[in-house]
């Protein structure tokens, strides 16, 4: 947290921020320098409020303030979880996966006078049966995992990923996805579900990122709600690192039934980070 | 292409946002995660937090105990990761994952922050357990206020994670 937001500190960044966002990065910088083995997020929301946290329940928060300010100070919340989240990920080697339309993209971040700085690109289509999500069980996807094929298709997948080759790991994504496109057909007709069989053109779509910065982060956890993408997308997002390049995003359109994915807006992405990678 | 000091690890699995504490979670959603990310992963990786402050999670392994048991079974004996994988700081024992949760942090005096329960729960949870030194009594202030049904979860969390060593993901640095 502390990396991304000493860029956030940057003076070309400070000079857009608001007086409260200053504020808060400066009161979270100094909270984690105070000690910076004891890593928690607790004190990180502890700074941002200035002392006063509010807590959350069950999604909703709790005895929050409708005061100008303390919204602003609560908008840093969620993107400074995320960014923790991405810590914590990368230090057990997983991977963070965008599967969530609760996820807000702070305002204290996008500007709209910001030229784009990202974009969608289709790499890839395949023929696939869409996955009913009515259908798909634990016993399903167990029996899959018990598979050597599974595995062996998996490995590749997981090789490419750290190949730093984009097409390689679209190419094996490919092939892993027809493999279970393959297994989720058989599950339907073995169960009696054959006419819910339907193959259709399953599109791959990819955004490379710049690594190791807020922004790879914070896009990432906000590129659903910015494309358009309903909640349904969930697990239509696929996240892989890919290698030194940069974080790729691979999205598979069409791949989940009675989802609609509306086409993605290319023209604009626009936020206001973008100093922050050149 | 760039070249790096160290080469990237290969991902240990994925690790599903919409699974933070803090945000609002329906089974529905969780379920269809956990499942779709299962076939694109070695195992999904769930944290301290995750197991411990979301019921939407507890009412997956609640509802799929027995299959996720015997799935995490098959997985041992083929020298297989099962779906779900531990991040945790005491990696299989999620018990363990209570008391030290439930332990006041030297800086604050106060044990962690359940989102799992309301502000006045969390109150009482600390007055309670503000003299109680047995980590089992204080245990079982927590299950008095967190409900019967989150005890079975914890148990039963650290029995599936047991059930085959490949369930835990080691932090970076420590394998």
């Not at chain 1, 974009?119 to 009913?132: N, S, W």
């Not at chain 2, 240990?12 to 609002?24: I, M, P, Q, R, Y």
């Not at chain 2, 309301?118 to 357990?129: F, S, V, Y």
């Amino acid at each position: 947290v502390r990396e991304q937001l000493t860029v956030l500190d940057e003076p070309w960044n400070r000079r857009w921020m608001k007086p409260i966002d200053l504020t808060v990065c400066d009161e979270i910088l100094t909270e984690i320098g105070l000690n910076p083995e004891a890593q928690s997020r607790e004190r990180l929301h502890l700074a941002i409020y200035g002392g006063k946290l509010p807590h959350y329940y069950h999604g909703e928060i709790q005895r929050s303030s409708p005061e100008a300010e303390d919204t602003r100070r609560h908008s840093w919340r969620h993107p400074i979880n995320t960014l923790y989240s991405f810590d914590l990920a990368q230090k057990y080697s997983s991977a963070p996966v965008l599967n969530s339309k609760w996820f807000t993209l702070p305002d204290c971040l996008p500007r709209d006078e910001m030229p784009a700085i990202t974009k969608l690109e289709r790499v890839g289509r395949v023929k696939a049966t869409q996955i009913h999500f009515d259908h798909l069980t634990v016993p399903f996807v167990a029996a899959v995992r018990a598979e050597d094929d599974f595995w062996a298709s998996l490995n590749r997948l997981e090789t490419a990923s750290v190949s730093g080759d984009s097409s390689g790991y679209a190419s094996a994504f490919e092939e892993h996805l027809r493999l279970v496109s393959w297994r989720f057909r058989e599950h339907l007709y073995s169960t009696g579900w054959r006419d819910l069989v339907e193959e259709s053109a399953v599109e791959l779509w990819a955004q490379m990122l710049p690594r190791g910065s807020a922004l790879s982060a914070l896009i990432l956890a906000g590129v659903g709600q910015w494309y358009g993408l309903p909640w349904q997308t969930v697990g239509s997002a696929f996240l892989g690192t890919v290698g030194s390049v940069g974080v790729f995003t691979l999205i598979a359109r069409g791949l989940l039934a009675g989802v609609k994915v509306r086409s993605p807006k290319f023209k604009a992405f626009e936020v206001n980070l973008r100093k922050m990678v050149e | 292409m760039p070249q790096h000091a160290t080469p990237p690890e290969a991902s240990e699995g994925k690790f599903l946002l919409s699974l933070d504490s803090e945000l609002k979670q329906d089974e529905a959603t969780i379920t269809r995660a956990i499942l779709l990310h299962s076939l694109f992963a070695k195992r999904i990786c769930l944290t301290d937090s995750q197991l411990i402050d979301s019921p939407a999670l507890e009412r997956f392994f609640r509802r799929h105990s027995a299959d996720l048991s015997a799935e995490a079974d098959v997985a041992g004996r083929c020298g297989r990761p099962p779906m779900l994988g531990s991040l945790s700081r005491r990696q299989s024992d999620i018990t363990a994952v209570v008391d030290l949760m439930l332990t006041p942090n030297p800086r604050t005096g106060l044990p962690t922050y359940f989102s799992r329960l309301t502000e006045e729960q969390n109150q009482l949870l600390r007055g309670k357990i503000a003299h109680v030194t047995d980590s089992d009594e204080r245990r079982e202030v927590l299950f008095s206020l967190a409900g019967r049904g989150f005890k079975g979860h914890i148990s039963q969390t650290t029995d599936y994670f047991r059930r085959n060593p490949l369930s835990v993901v080691a932090r970076q640095g420590l394998r």
